[in-house]
Nanobody
Framework: QVQLIESGGGSVQSGGSLKLTCEAS????????MGWFRQGSGKEREGVAF???????VFADSVKGRFAISQENTRNTVYLEMNFLRPEDTGTYTC?????????????????WGEGTQVTVSS
C-alpha cells in the first residue's frame, strides 16, 4: 500500500507563497494520477490541481495562474507551488493518488490519500 505524506503547510499573509510536498512511499511516477484537494472550514472538499502520467496538469479555475503542480520522478514526489495566496485559499490540503487512466482530474478514482496539511492565509 503506497503511503502519501504531505508537508509544507503553514501560515502566511495574503499575497504570500507556500510550497507543499507530497512524497509517495512507492513507485508512482509515470504510473499514477496525483492531485491536491482542499477543504476549508464549513466548505465542501474541492479539487485544486492534478498531474497525470504524462505530466499533463489540470487546475481549478480559482487557482489558475497562481498555483503550479510538478513531480519529481527520482523521489516519487509531487509539489504544489502556491503563489499570490488569498484568505479564501485557507484550508486543509490533502494529497491523493491512484493508478492513472486517460484523464487525471478531480473525477479520477483516487485510491490513496494523505493525512492533510493545514494552510492558513491571513488578510
Amino acid at each position: 500500500q503506497v503511503q502519501l505524506i504531505e508537508s509544507g503547510g503553514g501560515s502566511v499573509q495574503s499575497g504570500g507563497s507556500l510550497k507543499l510536498t507530497c512524497e509517495a512511499s512507492g513507485d508512482t511516477y509515470g504510473r499514477w494520477c496525483m492531485g491536491w484537494f482542499r477543504q476549508g472550514s464549513g466548505k465542501e472538499r474541492e479539487g485544486v490541481a492534478f498531474i497525470g502520467k504524462w505530466s499533463s496538469s489540470v487546475f481549478a479555475d480559482s487557482v489558475k495562474g497562481r498555483f503550479a503542480i510538478s513531480q519529481e520522478n527520482t523521489r516519487n514526489t509531487v509539489y504544489l507551488e502556491m503563489n499570490f495566496l488569498r484568505p479564501e485559499d485557507t484550508g486543509t490540503y490533502t494529497c491523493a493518488g491512484g493508478p492513472a487512466g486517460d484523464l487525471c482530474d478531480e473525477r479520477s478514482a483516487f485510491s490513496n490519500w494523505g493525512e492533510g496539511t493545514q494552510v492558513t492565509v491571513s488578510s
